[in-house]
């Protein structure tokens, strides 16, 4: 197991049918993102009591952003400074997962030139490879690149690409990779794994969006406009109804049809629990291990009961299907927290939804 037991106790499925057992290692879990520090360049390091209590409480992974066009040219100064967090966040018991998160410009890059876009990917593992190569394989997964911007056969043609780039320097490192473009549930299914015995596809779930995203403020979607929505919820409930009424008669039919098509089918426990059962199958058929390493429910608008219940009913699923998991996210929008510099304001109902029992 890796440092501090930051993995499934359960047996993982075979990382392929050649792999050594090993070299088999399960899946990094029970965990939670933290951007915020490595994808900016003044970025905010949590206090050591708050990770010391998050430690206790029972999170054992810690996925970190980073942004890579801030290490792409081999800036001394980042790099040692990602590889005194980690090595930190390592000593202290976390499996940590360096999570290449490309920048607003990146993205802007690979819309205009996803040729050149390709190569500063390449650039920044380049040089962070040098970082993870010092770093211990039994607790730092590299992970290729977040929501790759691109159509899926050019993204696996880079994944490809990057991960000879960093085998070039660490041979023993899990490698995590998910599907393009949104890095979602449903995609993972045109996405074979990599020719590579140790490695981990990882994919993220928001799903009913209406839902997880409510109230949301960063554009001019109609999630913004959409509120109170609650889980489980069905398209006749009178809460949904209710919130589709009012959205007309304000004239804003593109929140109610939202509304209207995520809700075509119910949205339940049972339903999420058919969601991993199949990425389960997908995992088992190709020997693949699978992470949830992004799913959350904003916490700007929605009831907290119901906020509760949808993240609990994700992490158990996920858990039925030996797949781990990090939430999104620890102390921003979609946060469990109040603040990584103190020790208080834990949101007890979330924790427990995170990692209680049942």
């Known amino acids: 197991m890796a440092v501090g037991g930051a993995l499934l106790a359960s047996a993982p499925f075979a990382a392929s049918a050649t792999t050594p057992a090993a070299t088999i290692r399960p899946v990094p879990t029970r965990g939670f ?19 010391e209590k998050l430690r206790r409480t029972g999170f054992e992974t810690i996925r970190l952003p980073v942004n890579g066009d801030l290490v792409a040219t081999g800036d001394p100064v980042a790099l040692r400074r990602i590889h005194d967090g980690v090595a930190d966040l390592v000593g202290q018991g976390f499996a940590v997962l360096v ?6 410009d990146l993205h802007t890059v690979f819309k205009s030139d996803p040729a050149a876009a390709a190569d500063r990917v390449v650039q920044a593992w380049t040089a962070l490879s040098a970082v993870i190569a010092e770093l211990p394989a039994s607790s730092v997964y590299p992970e290729l690149l977040n929501e790759p911007p691109m159509d899926q056969a050019a993204w696996l043609a880079l994944r490809d690409k990057l991960a000879g780039t960093l085998r070039a320097r660490c041979r023993d490192h899990t490698l995590v990779w998910g599907p393009a473009r ?56 009178p809460a949904v109804r209710n919130l589709v009424s009012k959205l007309r008669s304000a004239g804003d039919q593109e929140a109610a049809g939202l509304v209207e098509q995520e809700l075509s089918e119910p949205w339940t426990e049972a ?35 119901s906020r509760a219940s949808w993240v609990r009913a994700v992490r158990m ?16 929008g979609f946060g469990f927290i109040r603040s990584r510099q103190a020790t208080d304001g834990f949101d007890r109902s979330m924790v427990a939804a995170l990692l209680g029992d049942g």
């Open 33 to 51: 993102n933290l951007p915020g520090w490595f994808d900016q360049e003044d970025g905010i390091a949590p206090s050591r009591a708050t990770l």
């Open 99 to 104: 999570d290449m998160h490309p920048s607003g």
């Open 182 to 237: 949104f890095q979602g549930i449903w995609e993972i299914a045109d996405a074979p794994p990599l020719a590579d015995d140790n490695q981990i596809a990882a994919i993220h779930y928001y799903a009913p969006m209406a839902f997880t995203h409510q109230c949301e403020n960063w554009d001019a979607s109609p999630l913004g406009r959409i509120a109170d929505l609650p889980f489980p919820a069905t398209k006749d409930a």
């Open 271 to 305: 339903r999420i629990a058919q969601d991993f059962a199949e990425l389960g199958r997908w995992s088992a058929s190709h020997g693949c291990l699978v992470m949830l390493n992004e799913f959350g429910v904003l916490n700007f608008c929605v009831d907290g009961d």
């Open 317 to 332: 699923a996920a858990e039925a299907n030996k797949i781990g998991w990090a939430y999104w996210e620890l102390d921003q």
